[in-house]
T-cell receptor, first 116, second 112 residues
């Protein structure tokens, strides 16, 4: 069964460094998403991406964050200058379509980002 | 705004006990409703879903019915197993939005 994959599974970085989290969505999906989950808290939406541009973003997704689809398969989340509070599990998701009642997002296993 | 409120845990049950995890929602439109499960060390997996009022989603012995009159989507299972130990998230998706809104999650521990 097709699945969303994410690399790395765990990333440790120092405060102020740039990190890039990578995702490979399901191949025929058109919509891509990033969510984060701070330890012990709820899953929060960051951004959605369609047709090579951001379609929606939350208040969390400030200028420190950017997303890109550099080729036909990868979808990346970049954090320009990491802060301690960026430590979280980051989930990538993809969906075949959006904007209809039964759409379903498929989630990857997550990347645990630890900022020290 | 559109949101989901679910029963906070942790919930601890003995094997074969009956499980209910409450979930209520607030939405301006007509959402689809989902339950996701997160096993230890893993990502989110879709457990079941319902797309309109009175729909019942079911999977692996779990069920939830979309109740528009009470704006609820409670998760139930008649007889839990140790392998059901996980965190369960209620979520809603809106027709005109791309993001999903998640509840805070409920940690379930089933003891033998």
């Amino acid at each position: 069964e097709p699945e969303v994959t994410q690399t790395p599974s765990h990333q440790v970085t120092q405060m102020g460094q740039e990190v890039i989290l990578r995702c490979v969505p399901i191949s025929n999906h058109l919509y891509f998403y990033w969510y984060r989950q701070i330890l012990g808290q709820k899953v929060e939406f960051l951004v959605s991406f369609y047709n090579n541009e951001i379609s929606e973003k939350s208040e969390i997704f400030d200028d420190q964050f950017s997303v890109e689809r550099p080729d036909g398969s990868n979808f990346t989340l970049k954090i320009r200058s990491t802060k301690l509070e960026d430590s979280a599990m980051y989930f990538c998701a993809s969906s075949e379509t959006s904007g209809r009642p039964s759409y379903e997002q498929y989630f990857g296993p997550g990347t645990r980002l630890t900022v020290t | 705004g559109d949101s989901v409120t679910q029963m906070e845990g942790p919930v601890t049950l003995s094997e074969e006990a009956f499980l209910t995890i409450n979930c209520t929602y607030t939405a301006t439109g007509y959402p689809s409703l989902f339950w996701y499960v997160q096993y230890p060390g893993e990502g989110l997996q879709l457990l079941l879903k319902a797309t309109k009022a009175d729909d019942k989603g079911s999977n692996k012995g779990f069920e939830a019915t979309y109740r528009k009159e009470t704006t609820s989507f409670h998760l139930e299972k008649g007889s839990v197993q140790v392998s059901d130990s996980a965190v369960y998230f209620c979520a809603l998706g809106l027709y005109n939005n791309n993001d999903m809104r998640f509840g805070a999650g409920t940690r379930l521990t089933v003891k033998p």
